[in-house]
C-alpha cells in the first residue's frame, strides 16, 4: 500500500478508537492485500521494551486488537521466551496454553512457550487455523522471530472470511451437508509423530480415557500402533465478527497434501487406509482431489506474507487469520505461544451431526444413533435460524440482567428480599461489571437503576450503592476466572436448607440433578456474611472452574461464560436441590445415577443452546407477570 492509503486509514481508525488516545511513541501502518490486512505498530523510540509499553498502554491495545485482530508489533527491544510469556499474559485471559493434541513436532522451552513447526526448511507448511481439526483450540497466537532466515521462511496469513467466500458454493455445500470433516490418523514408530508424543504418555488406558473424553474413537493395531479417527467442523461463525468462516484441516490432512512420490510409496507400502493421516467428509465419503484444489486455490488467492525482521512479533487472531509457513534458507527462529482455550461446545450451531462409534471411511448409512443426532442438530437449527429476540448490545444485556432479577422473584429464589446480587460484565472493560442496586427489591430492578461498578467497589454509574458483600464476592470471582461473564448469588429457600446439611454434596438422583455432577464445591468456610475480600479469595479459589458453589449455611452461587447460563444454573440447581432435601427426608437407600451416565446426561442437557431456549421461554413469562419490564426493552441496538 502507497503511503497516502496508509494515513487516511490511520486517520480512519483514530476516528474508532473514541475511548483510547493514540500513543505518541509509536506509529501505525497497515500492511496486506484486498483480503487480509495486518496492523503494523511500529516504536519511534529505540530501545522499548514491549512488554512494559503495553503494560502502559493496555487499553489503547486491547481496543486496537479487538478492532484489527491482527497486530504485528516492530522495533520494540527483543523479547526471549521469558518476554513472550510476559506479552501473552498481558494480553490474554490468563496465561499460554499448553500445546495438547500436537499436530506437528515442536520443542517446549517454558512457560508453554514452543518453536515453531520443525519440519525441514525446505519443506512448505499449508494455511491452517491452529487445532482446527479438533474439538478445542487457542483464540489467540503469537508469533516471535528470535532471527529471520537468510531467504524466505515468512509466515503468510489469511482472512478466514475471506477464503470461505472464494471456495466455490458446491463444495462447502458437500463439506457442511455432510456434517464436517472427519480426520483419520495412524500412529506409528515409522512416520509422522507417535501417539506416545500426540498424548504426552505411554499408557495405553490414559488414551483410551482421554478418546472417551474428547469423542474420539480409537482402535490398536498390530506392533503397537493405534488409529484414531473424528469428526469436526467445516465452518463455524465467528462470534467476534459475526461472520461464517472456513475452520478446518482438511486440505492439510487430506493425502492430496503429499508429495507425489511419497504419497505412492506410502500406499503401496502401507495402503490407503494406512497413510500417516487423512481426511474425508463426516460421513466416510472420500474427498476429491477437485475439491482439495479449489480450497488451496482460494487460500492461494487470499493469502498475503511479508518478511520477518529480528524481534518482530505477530499477535493474532486463530479464528479470524490463518497461518502457515515459506521454505527459507539460512538459520531461521521463531517462538510460538498460544492462549485463551475456546471450543466447539461453545459454537452449538456448529457442532457436526455426524457422530459414529468407530468412525472410519469404510462406516456409511444410517445407523440409530445417527438418527437421534440429526433429531437434536434439526432442533438445533430451529432455534438458531429463528431471530432472537436478544441480542449481545449493551443496552439488551442491561434488560437481560434486569428481567433475570424479577426472573429469580418470580420463581421466588430472591427470599422477597434485598439480599440476592446478580453481576454481568460490561463488555470490552476488564475490570467493569453491572450489579443490581442494594436496596431495591428484585421485582423493582430495571436496566435503568442497574449499577456498574469496578474492582474497586467505586460506583462509576449509577444512583444507588452497592451492596458490600455482593460486591466482595462478585469481584473476587470476576478477577480470579476471566472467562466467568456472570455470577448468581442468592439465598433460596432450598438451597439455604440444603447448605446446612452436614453433607452438602448434591446426589445424582435424577437428570437434572446430574447436571451437577462433578460440577460443583461445597465451600465450608463460613463465618457470617461475605463482607471482606479475605473471605471472597478463598471462594473464588474455592470454585476450581466449577459452576456452582455451595455456601454451608449460607445459600448457593452460580457461574457462566453467558448469563443465561449462570441463571439457569441457579433455576435448575434449586430444583436438584429440593429433591435432594426431600430424598434425605426419606431415610431410605437411594438408586443413584451411575458416573458415566451421569456425567453423558449433564453433557446433553448442561448446554449453552438449552440453557438459552429455556431462558427464552421463562422470559416470555416474567414479561406477562411483569408487564412494565417490556417498556425497556430496546428499541435499538447500541453496540
Not at 446446612?500 to 463460613?526: E, G, K, T, W
Not at 441463571?567 to 434449586?574: D, Q
Amino acid at each position: 500500500m502507497e503511503n497516502t492509503t496508509e494515513n487516511l486509514i490511520r486517520s480512519g481508525l483514530q476516528e474508532t478508537l473514541t475511548d483510547v488516545a493514540l500513543p505518541a511513541n509509536v506509529e501505525l501502518t497497515f500492511i496486506g492485500n484486498a483480503y487480509t490486512r495486518v496492523c503494523v505498530v511500529t516504536a519511534l523510540e529505540k530501545g522499548s521494551l514491549l512488554p512494559e509499553w503495553i503494560l502502559q498502554h493496555a487499553g489503547f491495545v486491547t481496543a486496537l486488537y479487538e478492532r484489527q485482530r491482527a497486530l504485528l508489533f516492530r522495533g520494540f527491544y527483543g523479547l526471549g521466551k521469558e518476554g513472550l510469556a510476559q506479552v501473552v499474559k498481558l494480553t490474554s485471559d490468563g496465561g499460554a496454553l499448553t500445546y495438547a493434541e500436537p499436530s506437528t513436532p515442536r520443542t517446549r522451552l517454558g512457560d508453554a512457550v514452543y518453536t515453531s513447526t520443525e519440519y525441514p526448511k525446505d519443506q512448505h507448511i499449508p494455511q491452517h487455523n491452529e487445532h482446527s481439526y479438533s474439538g478445542f483450540w487457542p483464540k489467540k497466537l503469537f508469533f516471535y522471530c528470535e532471527s529471520a532466515a537468510s531467504t524466505g521462511g515468512q509466515t503468510p496469513i489469511c482472512n478466514s472470511e475471506a477464503v470461505l467466500k472464494q471456495i466455490p458454493a458446491a463444495v462447502v455445500d458437500r463439506f457442511e451437508s455432510k456434517g464436517g470433516v472427519m480426520y483419520v490418523r495412524n500412529f506409528s514408530d515409522e512416520m509422522d509423530i507417535s501417539w506416545k508424543d500426540f498424548f504426552g504418555t505411554t499408557d495405553k488406558r490414559e488414551v483410551e480415557a482421554y478418546c472417551k473424553e474428547k469423542k474420539m474413537s480409537y482402535k490398536w493395531l498390530d506392533n503397537n500402533q493405534l488409529r484414531l479417527s473424528q469428526i469436526a467442523q467445516a465452518t463455524i461463525v465467528d462470534r467476534r465478527s459475526g461472520a461464517k468462516i472456513w475452520f478446518n484441516q482438511a486440505h492439510l490432512f487430506h493425502s492430496s497434501n503429499l508429495n507425489t512420490e511419497v504419497m505412492r510409496y506410502l500406499v503401496d507400502a502401507y495402503g490407503e487406509n494406512h497413510l500417516p493421516r487423512n481426511a474425508y467428509l463426516a460421513d466416510g465419503t472420500p474427498i476429491s482431489t477437485g475439491d482439495m484444489e479449489a480450497i488451496r486455490n482460494a487460500y492461494d488467492q487470499v493469502m498475503f506474507r511479508f518478511d520477518w525482521e529480528d524481534g518482530d512479533l505477530l499477535m493474532m487472531d486463530n479464528l479470524a487469520y490463518t497461518h502457515g509457513r515459506d521454505p527459507y534458507t539460512g538459520s531461521r527462529s521463531l517462538l510460538v505461544a498460544m492462549s485463551e482455550e475456546d471450543g466447539i461446545d461453545n459454537y452449538p450451531e456448529s457442532i457436526p451431526h455426524m457422530h459414529f462409534d468407530n468412525p472410519t471411511p469404510e462406516n456409511s448409512g444410517v445407523h440409530e444413533e445417527d438418527i437421534v443426532a440429526n433429531s437434536r442438530q434439526t432442533t438445533s437449527k430451529h432455534f438458531f435460524l429463528k431471530e432472537s429476540r436478544f441480542d449481545n448490545s449493551k443496552v439488551m444485556l442491561k434488560y437481560k440482567l434486569a428481567l433475570s432479577c424479577r426472573l429469580l422473584r418470580m420463581l421466588e429464589l430472591d427470599e422477597g428480599s434485598i439480599s440476592g446480587h446478580i453481576s454481568l460484565k460490561v463488555p470490552g472493560s476488564q475490570n467493569l461489571f453491572w450489579v443490581n442496586p442494594f436496596g431495591v427489591l428484585f421485582d423493582e430492578v430495571t436496566p435503568d437503576n442497574l449499577v456498574m461498578v469496578d474492582e474497586n467497589g467505586v460506583v462509576v454509574e449509577g444512583d444507588h450503592p452497592v451492596n458490600v458483600a455482593g460486591f466482595c464476592i462478585h469481584s473476587s470471582i470476576h478477577q480470579a476466572n476471566k472467562d466467568v461473564s456472570c455470577i448468581v448469588h442468592t439465598h433460596s429457600p432450598w438451597g439455604t436448607l440444603f447448605s446446612a446439611f452436614a453433607d452438602c454434596s448434591i446426589l445424582p438422583i435424577d437428570q437434572n440433578s446430574c447436571m451437577f455432577y462433578d460440577n460443583h464445591v461445597v465451600y465450608r468456610d463460613f463465618d457470617g456474611p461475605v463482607n471482606n475480600l479475605g473471605s471472597a479469595h478463598k471462594l473464588a479459589d474455592a470454585l476450581q472452574g466449577k459452576n456452582v458453589a455451595i455456601l454451608a449455611n449460607h445459600g448457593a452461587l452460580t457461574c457462566g461464560d453467558e448469563l443465561e447460563t449462570a441463571v439457569m444454573y441457579m433455576v435448575c440447581l434449586e430444583r436438584a436441590l429440593r429433591l435432594n432435601v426431600k430424598a434425605r427426608e426419606l431415610n431410605t437407600e437411594l438408586r443413584l445415577v451411575d458416573a458415566a451416565t451421569a456425567l453423558a446426561s449433564r453433557e446433553w442437557i448442561a448446554n449453552p443452546l438449552g440453557f438459552k431456549i429455556e431462558f427464552d421461554a421463562l422470559a416470555r413469562r416474567v414479561e406477562r407477570q411483569y408487564p412494565d419490564i417490556t417498556d425497556y426493552y430496546p428499541q435499538s441496538i447500541d453496540i
